[in-house]
């Protein structure tokens, strides 16, 4: 029978690690597209917090943080594999991109502006801006390419464990080598978002916060550095 003190320490660990949740699925926010919303993702990584408040035989340190945060991302990922995350009209939405931002940079001769890309798309800079937002969550590399049968899930290594980067997710040496290479190429604030989002492992509002822009133009300019990145990738 659960005595009165466990119910307490449990409502107190809720409450005291209910930051972490929303720390995390903010975080993983800005790898998924903008269908998914970040309320959905805190009430999944609520329950991920509870099952690892129930399950853990620890003391209450800085051990079960990291076995909290471990099971939240879990649970999250589970309710993000029941779901349709990424329809097939937002790739159609980043190729159309890539084309025109590979068209241009063939006659430009070096990479092209929002305004160059939206007058390419025959899009005002609004509209631009929206599709950019759109496709957020459009990945790096398309799982389908590349995923074996026996390999893991496609999510498990995009918004898993944040103690790993980006680079130590990707397939070979070569092509993180590549990135950094492409990494290194991009426009200076498109490369300073990519920096404080994935080195620095700051939330949207964050950067939003160090650049002096909103969220939603912090989604937009990783967007575009995504499409940069897959571009030159698509390239090597």
């Known amino acids: 029978m659960q005595t009165t003190t466990a119910v307490v320490d449990k409502e107190r660990f809720l409450v005291e690690f209910t930051p972490l949740v929303k720390r995390i699925a903010h975080h993983m926010m800005i790898k998924l597209p903008a269908s998914v919303e970040v309320d959905d993702l805190i009430q999944a990584g609520m329950i991920g917090l509870l099952d690892a408040i129930n399950r853990y035989e620890g003391t209450y340190?800085?051990?079960?943080?990291?076995?909290?945060?471990?099971?939240?991302?879990?649970?999250?990922?589970?309710?993000?594999r029941e779901s349709d995350w990424l329809p097939r009209s937002l790739r159609k939405k980043m190729r159309q991109i890539e084309i025109a931002m590979r068209a241009l940079e063939q006659r430009l001769g070096c990479p092209p502006s929002e305004q160059e890309l939206a007058a390419e798309l025959n899009m005002s800079l609004e509209e631009y801006h929206e599709a950019l937002h759109e496709v957020r969550g459009c990945q790096l590399i398309y799982y389908e390419d590349y995923q074996e049968d026996d390999e893991d899930h496609f999510l498990d290594r995009l918004c898993g464990d944040t103690d790993n980067t980006p680079l130590e997710i990707l397939l070979d040496k070569n092509l993180r080598e590549s990135l950094i290479a492409a990494i290194e190429n991009l426009p200076q604030r498109e490369k300073l978002v990519m920096g404080l989002h994935y080195e620095q492992e700051m939330n949207l509002r964050e950067i939003g916060e160090i650049l002096g822009v909103s969220e939603s133009r912090v989604c937009q300019i990783h967007a575009q550095a995504i499409v940069r990145l897959r571009l030159r990738l698509r390239n090597q």
């Open 61 to 80: 340190g800085r051990q079960f943080e990291s076995y909290a945060a471990q099971r939240i991302r879990g649970s999250i990922l589970d309710e993000l």
